[in-house]
């Protein structure tokens, strides 16, 4: 049916086409309809509705067919347009429709379908289609139309019957339902009558009781206003007996309800006397508070409402105080109503200034110190109790009134006593929430220390309250000193840095006495440590066995103390406030040059040159930033004495200052290249190692930076781009050089001042730590000897004398012939020369000591013997009277250097020019005997000397053994030892 629509709908459009629209040479060919159109001359057949509906495809009748598609479908594939020119429809048969279909399918012509006439048949035949397929429906709907009249007629009589139905029950339950109120409402009608009948016989018996009810109902509020709990009680036990017997009253009714809320306010105004006895303790109150709750059957209750209102009252109180400060800020003063539901951690988060967190944790302290002197009391007090009137032991029943109240009152002390430890816990929390406050790491140094004093000192007074350690605030103090430092290092760090980066390295001048000990943050220490001194952090007032928990509540000395000199936190104490941390006043004629605290952020553009003072009447060579890493090694020194617990994290960071001083001054005037030199012995393995560890520390100016280490590397500042640090006619800095590298002794000295102390404060267990830094500084004489000999190696162009000497001439057959040293010795005095007359003018606004200027040219005649030997190692042919020629050479030259230098130290030279006269056998052991030579250096004395006469196989034999010990030698090197 559907299917049949769909093509009527599709083929209706197509109707109205015109005859110009049908293709040429359609006009020949006859349309036949199912109607009996056919051939002139055939007789035309009608056909029944049965048979135009079986004439139909069977695909005409499924679901969604697409009718247009189904004609297509339907041409055949063998059809030939150019033989058939026109169709005729033929005869159908009616007995035979399939045959008839299929006619009518082969003789579909695909060309039909674009002539007009064709689709217009095609579209009657579908519409005689739909007509006759309406017609059997209304056939069989017309059929069956009484039947379906009577199911509906059945269906409308059993609808009336069910309403019928509902109606009679509905009836039924609301006679059911009035029925049962009559009944029970008469029963409780006749109930009542009976129940106010017998009130009234019993009401003239009762009136009097009533009036004494009220009567001790007005005492008892009386009673209640004095603090006499015992005596309220009784009353109000009274007025429940009295109640009990007039119950039956509608006033007592509401006696009832008052005595009930009386009895409530009791338990209020008693708890109320427990929370102010927790801020003030009173032996009367307290007392009076106690015997209340046990006639008032509560006696279990009391330990629990002591306990929870001690610590409803550390709560409040501490909140109410961290409020009121919170609240001083501007920035928080318009959010009062917000921060009031804060926690109290939260709230913590909230207090930004440094001036009022001091004032709020010593308020916090001052008011927990309070409670805890407060419970103290208590406990006192029973322990009072217990010596005059003693308790029955636990396993006996107490025999009178006064041994149950002995008991009583044994109890409730003994429970005190094991709340104490519940009580410090929560202090501590409530101290460590307020130390992570943000404004605790805004703190300098010395307020931060002296924050840290205040809680030590409580911590020492909650652990003599409640004979336990302090393990969390322990915790707590450690993390939050640990975060401080870090900040607090790492901003040293950069003020050092920024320091070095501006640095001029002028010496500050001093006195010629002038000590260590003069300097404001090292004075402390200029007594020797106490044997066994510890820092407050683990040390108590009165020791205590805490194992045993055995401490007398008697014997807290500061409490005994408390009411002559009060609390020890409050700005009323009368007693004398020791503190861990005191920092000494310094003398009025300080040098005003070690009052620097700061860096100076901008520097002079040109570089002025220090006093003329002479080195041997002057102090110590520093400069201000030696003085301000000389500083912190004070500071660093205090910290660890009183933050011990991070003792080691602060000892560590003194320890970086340190290599980060030296390492500066070794990347600006020196090389860290330590494998720069050919012959790994020219350092020693001490002064190897101390530049590695540096150099793993540190990143020079340039260097990339392993992406891995992140925030981790701490970089070497920039040189000063003033200094005119490749100024050859300055001798490279040679007076900011000599300040620098002499400015690491004067730290070198601090440190061996501090060196007892620091080992007092670091546990014993970081030893090899204590004993790496001591070896650092214990290297650094030579490292200040390495240094100079830097300066040795860039003041003079030894590659070209190198050169010179290589290229001379010392295979001379006739050593008589030879009248003066060779021209090379010659080059080299010279340039000591041109040397010693830089050094003189420098000297003479650089004030360099005579010790240094000594050390300076003696490495320079080291340098110079050094490269003189490298010189002669490239030499490619030497005689035996060559050889006399570089003894004379050398000889010579140390004379001529006398002039400088008392001792030139030529014996570098001389030991390699006497390897060319070694024999065979003892090549090798003066090879192991010397192992300051290069090994090119060494097979150069061997392809000259004695290797000339040697066998090939002993010399292939020699060089293996050498190259062994050349691996060995380096191997030694690079392992320190």
Known sequence: MTSLTMWKNLLKPLGGFTKANSGVGKENFATNSLSGEGNEGEEQVPLTDDQIIATLPLEMFQENVDVVELIFRSIPPDYDPTTTTSLS????????????????????????????????????????????????????????????????????????????????????????????????????????????????????????????????????????????????????????????????????????????????????????????????????????????????????????????????????????????????????????????????????????????????????LEVLCDLMYSQWSAIQWHEKYQSLHPAPPSNEDPSDEQGEISRFFWEIGTGLVEYKKGFW?????????????????????????????????????????????????????????????????????????????????????????????????????????????????RRANNPINFANGNQKNSNIQVFIQFKTLGNPFSRQYKGTNQETYHEESSDDDENDELKVDEVEEEQTNKLKPAKNVVGETSGPIITTSTVNVARFFGKYAHMMKILEPICFEIFSGLVQIFEFYCYTVLVTFGSNNIDSDENPMVISAKLRNAITTWKKAFVAPGEPVDPALGRKVVRIPQVNPILPINDPNSLYCLGERVVAVQSTLFLCDALQY?????????????????????????????????????????????????????????????????????????????????????????????????????EIYLQLSKVTMEQIVEGYSRVKKCDQPGRSLMSLDVTTLETLLRKYLDHPRTEFAMNYIKAYFEEEKNILNWCKEHPEYSLRQILSVINVGVGNTMARKNRITLETNLTQLEAMKRKLASEGL
């Open 89 to 364: 429809s033929p005869s159908i048969s009616s007995t035979d429709p399939n045959a008839q279909k299929k006619k009518y399918k082969a003789q579909v012509d695909p060309s039909m379908l674009l002539d007009e006439k064709y689709v217009e048949l095609q579209r009657k035949d579908k519409e005689r289609s739909l007509d006759a397929i309406n017609s059997k429906l209304s056939s069989k709907v017309m059929n069956n139309y009484n039947s379906f009249v009577q199911g509906m007629t059945q269906i409308h009589e059993l609808g009336v019957d069910l309403q019928t139905s509902a109606d009679v029950c509905k009836e039924g339950r609301k006679s059911l339902l009035n029925a049962k109120e009559e009944l029970i409402q008469r029963v409780l009608v006749i109930l009542a009558k009976n129940k106010k009948k017998q009130r009234y016989v019993q009401i003239m018996k009762q009136l009097m009781e009533v009036k004494r009810v009220i009567t001790a109902e007005n005492q008892f509020k009386e009673v209640l206003l004095s603090g006499d709990y015992p005596k309220a009680m009784d009353l109000c036990l009274e007025c429940k007996n009295l109640i009990n017997n007039c119950k039956h009253f509608k006033c007592v009714d509401q006696m009832t309800v008052n005595l009930t809320q009386n009895l409530k306010t009791l338990e209020k105004k008693m708890g109320g006397g427990l929370t102010e006895i927790c801020r003030n303790f009173d032996a009367n109150s307290y007392e009076k508070i106690l015997i209340g709750f046990r006639m008032s059957g509560q006696s279990h209750r009391v330990l629990e409402s002591s306990k929870k209102a001690y610590l409803e009252t550390i709560n409040s109180n501490t909140k109410d105080v961290l409020f009121s400060h919170v609240m001083m800020s501007i920035d928080n003063a318009s959010n009062g109503e917000d921060l009031k539901k804060m926690h109290f951690p939260a709230l913590c988060g909230m207090m930004k200034s440094g001036d009022h967190f001091l004032m709020c944790l010593n308020t916090i």
């Open 754 to 854: 501090l060196k007892p102390h620091l080992q007092t404060y670091l546990p014993v267990s970081y030893d090899n730590h204590f004993l790496h830094l001591f070896n650092e500084i214990d290297v650094i004489p030579e490292f200040t000897r390495y240094m100079y000999r830097n300066l040795a190696i860039k003041s003079i162009k030894w590659e070209e004398i190198v050169q010179q000497i290589a290229n001379t001439n010392f295979f001379v057959k006739d050593f008589e012939n030879v009248l003066d040293s060779n021209p090379y010795v010659g080059r080299i005095v010279k340039e000591w020369q041109n040397f010693d007359v830089k050094f003189k003018y420098i000297n003479k606004t650089a004030g360099i000591p005579k010790k240094v200027q000594e």
């Open 425 to 537: 816990e929560l202090m501590q929390r409530k101290v460590a929430d307020i130390l992570g406050a943000p404004a605790v790491k805004q703190f300098k140094i010395d307020d931060f220390l002296k924050v840290l004093d205040s809680v030590y000192k409580f911590m020492d007074i909650g652990e003599q309250f409640s004979c336990s350690e302090s393990h969390n605030l322990r915790t707590a103090i450690k993390i939050i000193s640990k975060s401080y430092f870090e900040s607090f290092h790492k901003q040293r760090i950069e003020d050092l840095s920024a320091m070095l980066e501006n640095e001029m390295w002028q010496k500050v001048p001093l006195q010629k006495d002038f000590s260590i000990k003069e300097m404001k943050e090292l004075k402390l220490f200029r007594n020797p440590p106490k044997i066994g001194e510890t820092s407050r952090y």
